[in-house]
C-alpha cells in the first residue's frame, strides 16, 4: 500500500508552547489530507480536511486559530499546535488520498503522541 | 458525527478460531474500508471494498460490500496471536473530499 509517514512520532513539550507535526505521503501526490485526533480506547475523530493549496475546512468543535493546518504541497501537510495545554495531549493521526491511488481508498500516518505538561 | 455501528466491541478468542466483526449504517455508502490499529500505531488499511455485493480476501481476512450498501463484515480465520489489535470500519460516500465515517472499533484479543 501507499505509504503516509508522521514526524515526530512523539513530542513532550511544556504548557503554552507551540507543536508542529508534519505528514508525509512518500509513494504518491496526496490531494487531500485529514488529521484526526484519538483518545485512548476510542475511535478517530477527524478534525479536519486539507487541500494542497487551499484553506483547511474544520469540524465542528475544532478550533482553526489552534490547530493550525497548512497543505502547501502535494507531499506535506503540517498540524501546529499552537500555545498547547496539557487537555491538547492525545494521539494526532495524519491520512491522506490522492490521485495515483484508488481516490476512495485512503491511507494512515503512524501516529504522532503528543504529552504537554 | 455521524458514525457506524460496529459490533461487537470487543472479543475473547482462542487461537485458531475464526473471527466476525461488521457495521451497519443507516446511510448508504459506495466504499467500505477495514482497518487494522496497533497500540500506539496509525490503522493500517486491511481490505477495501467498492462494489455491493463484492467480496474480497486478503489471506486469512475475508470482507464483504453488503448488497443493500449499508453494511459490511470482516472475517478473520484461524486467527493467530498477532491479530490481535483494534478492527474499524469505514465507509465512504465518495464526493471530491469528504471524509472517512468510522466505527468505533472491534477490540480483538487472541489467547494461546
Known amino acids: 500500500g501507499a505509504v503516509v509517514s508522521q514526524h515526530p512520532s512523539w513530542v513532550i513539550c511544556k504548557s503554552g508552547t507551540s507543536v508542529k507535526i508534519e505528514c508525509r505521503s512518500l509513494d504518491f501526490q496526496a490531494t487531500t489530507m485529514f488529521w484526526y485526533r484519538q483518545f485512548p480506547k476510542q475511535s478517530l475523530m477527524l478534525m479536519a480536511t486539507?487541500?494542497?493549496?487551499?484553506?483547511?475546512?474544520?469540524e465542528q468543535g475544532v478550533e482553526k486559530d489552534k490547530f493550525l493546518i497548512n497543505h502547501a504541497s502535494l507531499t506535506l501537510s503540517t498540524l501546529t499546535v499552537t500555545s498547547a495545554h496539557p487537555e491538547d495531549s492525545s494521539f494526532y493521526i495524519c491520512?491522506?488520498?490522492?490521485?495515483?491511488?484508488?481516490?476512495?481508498?485512503?491511507?494512515f500516518g503512524p501516529g504522532t503522541r503528543l504529552l504537554v505538561l | 458525527g455521524q458514525q457506524l455501528n460496529q459490533s461487537p466491541q470487543s472479543m475473547f478468542i482462542q487461537e485458531g478460531e475464526d473471527v466476525s466483526m461488521n457495521c451497519t449504517s443507516s446511510s448508504i455508502f459506495n466504499t467500505w474500508l477495514w482497518y487494522k490499529q496497533d497500540p500506539g500505531e496509525g490503522p493500517v488499511l486491511l481490505i477495501a471494498l467498492y462494489k455491493a455485493g463484492e467480496l474480497t480476501s486478503n489471506g486469512r481476512l475475508t470482507a464483504q460490500f453488503g448488497i443493500t450498501r449499508k453494511d459490511s463484515f470482516l472475517n478473520i480465520s484461524a486467527s493467530i496471536p498477532s491479530d490481535v489489535g483494534i478492527y474499524f470500519c469505514?465507509?465512504?460516500?465518495?464526493?471530491?473530499?469528504?471524509?472517512?465515517?468510522f466505527g468505533k472499533g472491534t477490540r480483538l484479543s487472541v489467547i494461546a
Open positions: 469505514a465507509g465512504l460516500f465518495f464526493s471530491g473530499n469528504t471524509p472517512l465515517v
Open positions: 491520512s491522506a488520498r490522492g490521485p495515483g491511488l484508488t481516490l476512495e481508498t485512503q491511507y
Open positions: 486539507s487541500n494542497e493549496g487551499s484553506k483547511a475546512t474544520y
